[in-house]
């Protein structure tokens, strides 16, 4: 069974956020793993895929999915259960960089939140399977378990209002009921 | 490998029973299991890979490499299915089976699930049957099973039940505000609601503690243990009989027969992926509906040459699980309580009797819902993305019901598996194929349900509603397979006898979800359990040394 610990997830990125835990062992580890940020992910891949996640989910008074984590999970994920998916990660992000182009003369990730919308809109309606699967995956990693690298403090669980950590060993029974054997 | 009485292929449900009933017989049992023996502390509350929610892989197995099956779409096209994808109607592989995992719903059939025919007639098109055995046959195994897996709850708020000698040995957990809220709506619609029958600790039992009223329950281990499937209850005193063995990770390759057609032994593949011959005087095939004919299936030989207990191409037939309906009720105040399971308030009231229509179903609220259960459940006419659906998450998540339940499902002959004739798994073995469906009548009476389940929540002060019900292309199996080797009395139309016996080989019996006629309006795990207890019984009292009396 692959190994869900967090500690074998985590990507500079995540290190970074971990600094501020203040482990000096954590921050000395980042060094030698400078040279990307991913683990399957292109820096341009990463920052069009923000682009999408954060349209998928944007910020308001919560934050938004890639400020949440969600293409670290989704990054990571294609290194593990997510592998049969990266053809038609590589190929849908190709064409929203295609469609932003052709548009807008610019990439995705320079657009104004508005030209975004109308592009990822775009991708809905032009590049089904992808979007769809952008979209379920960009959900798994918002409001998922934050083991898996998004949901980072679990701050989408917080904004439903769910305690955070959740509440354990409530004894809400009757020991003087019932039991009869 | 020393020769032994019996070998049970399957730590399930059924399979922990049978050996636990045989070891305390006396007879010498080795117990098959393809999956590990996991514990609590194997309890990970991953939201994304647990055995309900799968997207990132089942946590109890199997895994996906090296697992496929094949399900036929309605233009007659092969598809490769993924053990964590939906079309592979998985169910568990582990010492527990699906019992480790399971929502631990224990719900008895009612007398009428067993006489389908005689009550409704045969819709055309459909293979609807009695059982060859009786509500009143199987209720003292029902009591059995109750009081030896542990069952909470209480019936006492409906009359739609069958007859019981003993109330359940454990009250039920107290109410959460689901129940408070459901409750005083179905009386006031002259309904019968009450707590749910479940397979959990509500007060110490069986030296285990209560349960702890966690937010994740249905698909996970549980973390304190109070939740009782096979793995803690039955499989534990099977062990300490002295009489039985467990061989957790070992893959059953195939039943092998002597020249006279008995059952001789099994083959298997142990944990270290070796071939191995277990010889015994009987073999009982509690693998789950889909595994145990597949495994039947996989058995040929000179004298069986399509399969054991396949002369007239029964196994595999029948293939049920249960349509699944209900309906979404959104409350302009909070209906969450973060007590779990969550599931707690049923009616009764519509699995028989609707005019003009077959069967139906129990409904009850849902277990709670994670987050990400909630993406795909908010108001009809929410965007699927954007700050709009992540504005509907916080407004709903909290004060959203749903109320669901498990529609009888109407069999079929050719709605089936076989097995693939090119696609094999890791072992080399012919892997199950899928095709064909359910009655559409199923389909009828699901939606007839998700729509009582709205009225339901609209009498409890929902705003609004949204009904989740339609016509799947396949036959849901899944966690509720069934059916695949029907009991009966006439061998060309059924696979065992009432006692689980193969029509054709007399020391071979496939005790487990297969030999459900039908599969009630019901979660069947009690079912099973209860099935285990009384072919048990019957194989222990019809045993005399190293035969059968005949």
Same mark, same amino acid.
């Given at each position: 069974?692959?190994? =869900? ?5 985590? *990507? ?15 921050? =000395? ?12 992910? =292109?820096? /341009? ?13 944007? &910020? ?8 949440? +984590? ?5 990054? $990571? ?32 990730? %320079? ?10 809109? &775009? ?13 379920? #995956? ?22 439903? +209002? ?20 | ?6 070998? @049970? ?8 029973? @049978? ?27 991953? !939201? ?43 169910? &568990? ?54 009081? %030896? ?80 499937? $096979? ?22 390759? %195939? ?14 593949? !142990? ?9 015994? /005087? ?35 037939? #029948? ?38 229509? =077959? ?40 004060? $959203? ?12 002959? %050719? ?7 090119? @696609? ?17 009548? *199923? ?17 409890? +002060? ?7 019900? +339609?016509?799947?292309?396949?036959? $849901? ?21 009432? /006692?689980?016996?193969?029509?054709? @080989? ?45």
């Amino acid at each position: 069974m692959p190994s =869900s610990r967090k500690g074998d997830l985590l *990507t500079r990125r995540q290190f970074v956020a971990a600094g501020a835990l203040g482990s000096a062992a954590i921050a =000395s580890g980042c060094r030698w793993s400078q040279r990307s940020d991913w683990q399957f992910l =292109s820096e /341009d891949q990463a920052r069009t895929l923000a682009a999408i996640c954060d349209q998928i989910i944007p &910020a308001d008074q919560f934050p938004s999915a890639s400020e949440a +984590g969600v293409l670290n999970y989704i990054d $990571s994920q294609l290194m593990r259960s997510y592998r049969r998916h990266r053809e038609l990660y590589r190929h849908g992000l190709e064409q929203a960089q295609a469609i932003s182009r052709q548009r807008y003369g610019r990439d995705l990730a %320079e657009l104004t939140p508005t030209q975004q919308f109308e592009i990822v809109s &775009a991708l809905e309606a032009h590049e089904g399977p992808f979007f769809t699967l952008a979209r379920n #995956h960009t959900m798994e990693g918002y409001y998922g378990s934050p083991r898996h690298g998004g949901n980072r403090d679990a701050v989408s669980w917080r904004m439903l +209002g769910l305690s955070e950590p959740p509440p354990l060993g409530r004894a809400q029974y009757d020991l003087t009921k019932g039991g009869s054997q | 490998m020393k020769r032994v009485n019996a070998i @049970v292929i399957g730590a399930g449900a059924a399979g922990g029973i @049978v050996a636990k009933e045989l070891s305390v017989a006396g007879l010498s049992v080795v117990l098959l299991e393809r999956g590990p023996w996991y514990t609590a502390a194997d309890c990970k509350k991953d !939201d994304l890979r647990n055995q309900r929610t799968t997207v990132l892989g089942n946590a109890f197995g199997p895994e996906d490499a090296g697992n496929p099956r094949v399900w036929v779409d309605e233009a007659g096209q092969p598809h490769i299915a993924l053990p964590s994808e939906g079309a592979y109607q998985n169910n &568990a592989a582990c010492v527990g089976g699906g019992t480790l995992s399971y929502g631990a719903q224990a719900w008895r059939y009612l007398p009428q699930d067993f006489r389908m025919r005689s009550t409704y007639g045969v819709p055309p098109g459909s293979s609807l049957e009695d059982w060859p055995i009786s509500y009143d046959e199987l209720e003292p195994f029902y009591e059995q099973a109750e009081y %030896e897996i542990g069952i909470s709850g209480d019936y006492s708020g409906t009359p739609f039940h069958g007859p019981r000698k003993r109330p359940l040995p454990m009250p039920p957990l107290p109410p959460n505000r689901e129940f408070e809220i459901l409750e005083p709506a179905a009386k006031r619609l002259g309904l019968h609601p009450f707590h749910i029958p479940m397979a959990r600790n509500s007060v110490p039992y069986n030296g285990r503690g209560p349960c702890m009223r966690c937010r994740w329950c249905c698909g996970f281990a549980c973390e304190v243990d109070a939740k009782n499937g $096979s793995q803690n209850t039955v499989i534990p005193v099977a062990l300490q009989s002295g009489n039985c063995e467990l061989r957790a990770g070992c893959m059953a390759k %195939e039943i092998l027969t002597d020249e006279r057609g008995r059952a001789r032994g099994v083959a298997y593949f !142990d944990a270290n992926g070796r071939l191995q011959e277990q010889l015994a /005087d009987l073999v009982v095939v509690s693998a789950c509906a889909i595994e145990s004919a597949r495994l039947l299936l996989n058995s040929k030989s000179r004298l069986f040459p399509n399969g054991l207990g396949n002369r007239y191409d029964q196994v595999g037939r #029948h293939l049920q699980g249960h349509h699944y309906t209900g309906a979404v009720g959104y409350f302009d105040f909070e209906t969450y309580d973060d007590v779990g399971p969550g599931a707690s308030i049923a009616i009764s009231d519509y699995n028989h009797g609707t005019p003009g229509m =077959s069967g139906g179903g129990m409904l009850a609220n849902e277990f709670i819902r994670l987050p990400i259960h909630m993406v795909d459940r908010l108001p009809d006419r929410t965007p699927r993305w954007g700050l709009a659906h992540k504005q509907a998450m916080r407004e709903w998540h909290k004060r $959203s019901i749903v109320i669901i339940g498990p529609t009888q499902q109407i069999p079929t002959a %050719e709605g089936r598996m076989t097995v693939d004739p090119t @696609v094999k798994d890791k072992w080399g073995m012919p892997v199950a194929r899928f095709q064909g469906n359910v009655h559409p009548h *199923t389909f009828e009476m699901g939606e007839v349900q998700a729509r009582r389940a709205a009225a339901w929540l609209t009498e409890a +002060g929902a705003m609004h509603t949204s009904i989740m019900a +339609g016509n799947p292309a396949l036959v $849901s199996a899944g966690q509720h397979q069934a059916g695949t080797c029907r009991m009966g009395t006439d061998p060309k139309a059924s696979v065992v006898n009432r /006692d689980c016996q193969l029509h054709d @080989v007399d020391n071979l019996f496939v005790i487990d979800s297969s030999v459900h006629v039908t599969n009630g309006g019901f979660n069947p795990a009690l079912t099973i359990m209860a099935v285990a207890y009384y072919a048990s019984s019957s194989l222990t009292r019809n045993w005399k040394g190293t035969g059968f009396r005949s």
